[in-house]
């Protein structure tokens, strides 16, 4: 008896030093380390890379700090380095499955900011699937797809992303914006989530191509939707379907058409402008001065582009007010057209459905400064 119960107590005892061993030992970080992370949190890099490379010289094994190296490595602008250090640090076969992800992370943002964006998709695809609720990761993988123009790819990674409102189709109007000219067929599909969704830029689009069709009616009749929808963005869109209700010599629809929309946009110079050409052409000069003295002093004029056909038309009906606009023009002029993001603030040289800096989609209007 006396001899089972001191086998038990053997077991016992065994199975608690087993448990006792597999405790993970606390990880002790060397004091350069600890330096080296706080001149990181101080922000002197230059001080942080010196430690931590005299430290990785001496301990090989120092994960964190080959990590922390390289990502400071790329801040500074030495991307080669930086891959060098994460691409030897990842094929380590010692490290823990959250340390191989961290390094990973590492060595994606090194080939994003190279501009190496095959290299980066397959590291960047698993780390996703493992994460499919981490949204930066999603944001990350759209830009990949987006750069690498696969489109159905960054589609489906956009409807993780894009969850409120009409901030999808809108996407999907971005890509056929991108597709249109190159993959018509394909730009179609995208352009039908934009439809649905009655977005003014997804109306445009698709009027563009059914007029390149021949379909010029059903296309006409979807430029005029865009304007209709998204009056403030008539600098877009009017010059097209104008293009071709002159070729098909449609002056009798054009002019109500347009009459209707000055009535229903008073303050858009636009609009009102095209309304202006009409009648002009047609010899209504003293209609045209009329008009013009009753809406310009309510219009917010902020561009020379308007100035200019401001001047144009009063060119043969008032040179007085011509040259006054001429004038403004020309003060004008001596600023730059961009386009603004109403969303993050940021201004670009072309005009996008989609913000480059933000992702915001719909969000670029034109602004001058």
Known sequence: MVYL??????????????????????????????????????????????????????????????????????????????????????????????????????????????????????????????????????????????????WDNAYNIAKKIYTKGKSLANYATHIASLLIGRDNQKARKFINFGLKANISYAHFLYGKLLIEDGKENNGIEHLEKSISIDPERAYLYLPLLEEYMFKRGEFSILEPYLKNLVSENPENWEILNSYISILKKKGDRDRVEKILDEAIPNLNIDSPEALGSIASAYSGVDTDKMSEYVLKMQRLLTKTKRFKCSECGNEFKEFSWKCSSCGSLGTIHRVWN
């Open 5 to 150: 119960v001191g086998i038990l107590i053997f077991f016992i005892l065994l199975i608690l030093g087993l448990s006792l061993f597999r405790i993970p030992k606390k990880k002790i970080y060397p004091a350069k380390y600890i330096k080296g992370l706080e001149t990181m949190v101080d922000g002197k890099t230059d001080e942080a890379i010196d430690i931590l490379k005299n430290l990785v010289e001496k301990d090989t094994s120092n994960t964190g700090a080959y990590l922390r190296l390289g990502n400071l490595l790329r801040e500074k602008g030495l991307i080669s380095s930086a891959i060098k250090i994460h691409k030897n640090l990842s094929v380590n076969p010692e490290l823990s499955a959250s340390e191989k992800e961290e390094v990973n992370k590492a060595l994606v943002k090194d080939y994003l900011e190279s501009k190496e964006w095959r290299k980066a998709l397959p590291i960047y695809e698993p780390l996703y699937k493992k994460n499919p609720k981490d949204k930066e990761l999603a944001i990350g993988l759209l830009l990949l797809y987006e750069k690498q123009e696969k």
